[in-house]
């Protein structure tokens, strides 16, 4: 829904479509890698006991329900739409 309503004409849809699916899927390729080393980083070197990844995962999903309740309640549509 924000990604359709946020763009500048009906003829970019496509290009911001695009854009947002590659982002997501880079989003979805470093994710667990990123989160596998963290994990191994705070056992190897006991950091929290080896819990800094549920620590770090916590603060994202707090920073996320931030940005969320951000968002606009009604998304704004294109006349023409």
């Known amino acids: 829904m924000y990604i359709s309503s946020a763009t500048p004409n009906k003829h970019s849809l496509g ?10 899927s880079v989003q979805r390729t470093f994710g667990p890698a990123a989160a596998d080393s963290l994990f191994a980083l705070s056992v190897t070197n006991n950091i929290l006991g080896g819990n800094l ?29």
Not at 15 to 24: C, E, I, K, W
């Open 15 to 24: 290009t911001l479509n695009g854009l947002a699916q590659t982002v997501a």
């Open 53 to 81: 990844l549920y620590v770090v995962l916590f603060m994202v999903v707090c920073i996320g329900l931030w940005v969320a309740v951000k968002l606009p309640k009604h998304v704004w549509t294109h006349n023409g739409r």
